[in-house]
C-alpha cells in the first residue's frame, strides 16, 4: 500500500471518529481528498495547498478549513513549520463548513489548541475529547472571522505559465504589461486577453498577489526590515507596499511579522 493510500485509510478508517493528527503526513502527496472534513492549523512557517485551480497560501498562526472530499494536496518548504490536522466526521452543519476558507488563529482557539496539545489519534462519540473537539469545530463558524485572502490561480496553458516563470524571480525590476508583451512575443492586448480568460485575473492583480507572497516569504525566513523587504519586491514606496500587504492579508507587515515569530 503506497503512502497516499495509507494516509487516506488512517484518515477514513474509523468514520465516525475526530482524528488528530500532528505530524506533516501530507507532506508533497498528489492530489487526494477523504470522506473527513480537514482542519489545518499552521504555526511557524508558510504551508501551500492546491486545488485544481488555485494555489492557496497559509500563514503562521493561521488555519485552513478542508470541506470532506476536497481533492487537494499540501507543500510545506520551511524547516520550522508546525501544524495541527484535526479531521471532522461530515455532520450537517452551517455553510461556513462547506466552503474551503483560510482564517487566523483567535486567542480562543489558540487557548483549546494549547489545552489540548498533547491529544493525537481517534477519538468516539461519548468521550470528553471528542465533545471538546466537537466544540472547537463550533467556534470556527462562530468567530465571523475575514478570510485571508492571498488565493494565486493557476493555469494549465503553457504559454502563459513560461510567461510567468520569465518574471516570477524578477519582483524587483519595474514590471510592466509592456515589457512583458514585447518580450514574450505578444501584443499587449493579447497578453491582457490572456491573463483574463486562463486566470481570470489582470496582470496588475496577478503580480501583486505574486509579490505580497513574496514579501511574506522573505519577511519570515530573512532579517530584512519592511523597507528592505519592499525593495527587494519592486516597491519603492513603503506606504504603498504595507496598504497592498494589508488589502491582500488583512494585516500590516510588521502584524505579519509579529505573527511569524519575528
Same mark, same amino acid.
Given at each position: 500500500?503506497?503512502?497516499?493510500?495509507?494516509?487516506?485509510?488512517?484518515?477514513?478508517?474509523? =468514520?465516525?471518529?475526530?482524528?488528530?493528527?500532528?505530524?506533516?503526513?501530507?507532506?508533497?502527496? %498528489?492530489?487526494?481528498? &477523504?470522506?473527513?472534513?480537514?482542519?489545518?492549523?499552521?504555526?511557524?512557517?508558510?504551508?501551500? @495547498?492546491?486545488?485544481?485551480?488555485?494555489?492557496?497560501?497559509?500563514?503562521?498562526?493561521?488555519?485552513? !478549513?478542508?470541506?470532506?472530499?476536497? =481533492? &487537494?494536496?499540501?507543500?510545506?518548504?520551511?524547516?520550522?513549520? /508546525?501544524?495541527?490536522?484535526?479531521?471532522? %466526521?461530515?455532520?450537517?452543519?452551517?455553510?461556513?463548513?462547506?466552503?474551503?476558507?483560510?482564517? =487566523?488563529? /483567535?486567542?480562543?482557539?489558540?487557548?483549546?489548541?494549547?489545552?489540548?496539545?498533547? !491529544?493525537?489519534?481517534?477519538?468516539?462519540?461519548?468521550? !470528553?475529547?471528542?465533545?471538546? @473537539?466537537?466544540?472547537?469545530?463550533?467556534?470556527?463558524?462562530?468567530?465571523?472571522?475575514?478570510? #485571508?485572502?492571498?488565493?494565486? %490561480?493557476?493555469?494549465?496553458?503553457?504559454?502563459?505559465?513560461?510567461?510567468?516563470?520569465?518574471?516570477?524571480?524578477?519582483?524587483?525590476?519595474?514590471?510592466?504589461?509592456?515589457?512583458?508583451?514585447?518580450?514574450?512575443? *505578444?501584443?499587449?492586448?493579447?497578453?491582457?486577453?490572456? #491573463?483574463?480568460?486562463?486566470?481570470?485575473?489582470?496582470?496588475?492583480?496577478?503580480?501583486? *498577489?505574486?509579490?505580497?507572497?513574496?514579501?511574506?516569504?522573505?519577511?519570515?525566513?530573512?532579517?530584512?526590515? *519592511?523597507?528592505?523587504?519592499?525593495?527587494?519586491?519592486?516597491?519603492?514606496?513603503?506606504?504603498?507596499?504595507?496598504?497592498?500587504?494589508?488589502?491582500?492579508?488583512? *494585516?500590516? =507587515?510588521?502584524?505579519?511579522?509579529?505573527? /511569524?515569530?519575528?
Amino acid at each position: 500500500m503506497n503512502i497516499l493510500s495509507q494516509l487516506i485509510n488512517i484518515v477514513d478508517k474509523n =468514520p465516525d471518529s475526530i482524528l488528530v493528527m500532528r505530524q506533516q503526513t501530507e507532506q508533497r502527496l %498528489p492530489a487526494h481528498q &477523504h470522506d473527513k472534513a480537514q482542519l489545518l492549523l499552521v504555526y511557524g512557517g508558510i504551508a501551500y @495547498l492546491q486545488t485544481d485551480a488555485t494555489d492557496f497560501y497559509i500563514p503562521s498562526n493561521h488555519y485552513i !478549513w478542508i470541506p470532506q472530499n476536497y =481533492p &487537494h494536496n499540501l507543500m510545506f518548504n520551511t524547516q520550522d513549520l /508546525s501544524i495541527i490536522n484535526v479531521y471532522f %466526521p461530515g455532520e450537517k452543519a452551517d455553510s461556513f463548513y462547506d466552503e474551503l476558507g483560510i482564517y =487566523p488563529v /483567535s486567542k480562543l482557539l489558540k487557548e483549546m489548541l494549547s489545552f489540548s496539545e498533547k !491529544w493525537q489519534g481517534d477519538y468516539f462519540k461519548g468521550s !470528553w475529547e471528542f465533545e471538546f @473537539l466537537l466544540t472547537l469545530k463550533g467556534v470556527l463558524s462562530k468567530e465571523n472571522l475575514k478570510k #485571508f485572502s492571498i488565493q494565486l %490561480p493557476t493555469t494549465d496553458d503553457q504559454r502563459l505559465n513560461a510567461i510567468i516563470d520569465n518574471f516570477r524571480n524578477r519582483l524587483n525590476e519595474d514590471l510592466s504589461l509592456d515589457t512583458l508583451a514585447q518580450q514574450s512575443g *505578444m501584443s499587449v492586448r493579447s497578453l491582457t486577453r490572456l #491573463f483574463q480568460t486562463k486566470l481570470r485575473v489582470t496582470f496588475v492583480q496577478y503580480l501583486k *498577489m505574486l509579490r505580497i507572497i513574496r514579501a511574506m516569504e522573505l519577511i519570515k525566513d530573512t532579517d530584512l526590515n *519592511m523597507t528592505e523587504v519592499a525593495y527587494e519586491i519592486g516597491y519603492s514606496n513603503i506606504s504603498a507596499f504595507s496598504n497592498n500587504f494589508h488589502q491582500l492579508t488583512n *494585516m500590516r =507587515p510588521t502584524q505579519f511579522k509579529e505573527m /511569524s515569530g519575528g
